[in-house]
């Protein structure tokens, strides 16, 4: 290959286009995704509104740009449900960490500090245990109608390529 046609080839006319993964959370441990393709990037702002396309007469929905802009929607808002219940869960668990080990008197010993935490950690799978339950029963949920909306975006997509190859 002539290194001409090479330097052309490395040449892109275009950004790349990729999702990216941040640094995680100090609190949540949650890595947020910042998505190439997110709604703020890739609306303007009189066009955003803080309301579910799912709100509105699906007979509406056949256009393929409100079906992304739904799923778009949808998919930040799982994760900042699924952020919202790490932080808050997390935020509990280290206060409640703090105060077991503040509790302990100053001539406790290392091994009377492991047996408070493992008490304490205990309970804690204990007490979270339903909290922690509902939490996946609706993040399953939402992952579920999170999926069947991609699978119905990429099948209008699909739908749509094949009815403009008719056209033509």
């Known amino acids: ?22 640094p995680p959370h100090p609190i949540s441990h949650i890595r947020p995704i910042i998505y190439d393709d997110s709604i703020a990037a890739s609306t303007p702002t009189s066009l955003r509104h803080p309301y579910s396309l799912s709100e509105f007469n699906t007979a509406s929905l056949d256009n393929l740009g409100d079906y992304e802009f739904q799923y778009k929607l949808q998919r930040q ?26 509790s302990l008197p100053p001539s406790a010993t290392p091994r009377d500090g492991e047996i408070a935490l493992s008490e304490f950690y205990k309970q804690w799978l204990i007490q979270e245990a ?13 992952n579920i109608r999170l ?11 699909m739908w749509s390529r094949f009815s403009s190859i008719g056209r033509k």
């Open 1 to 22: 290959m002539n290194p001409t046609r090479q330097a052309v080839r490395r040449l892109r006319t275009s950004a790349r286009r990729c999702d990216r993964v941040a």
């Open 77 to 102: 808002y799982l994760d900042a449900f699924h952020h919202n219940f790490w932080l808050d869960s997390n935020s509990r668990f280290n206060a409640g960490k703090a105060a077991i080990l503040d």
């Open 130 to 142: 339903q909290r922690t339950d509902r939490y996946t029963r609706e993040w399953r949920s939402r």
């Open 147 to 157: 999926i069947f909306l991609a699978v119905r975006l990429k099948y209008q997509k």
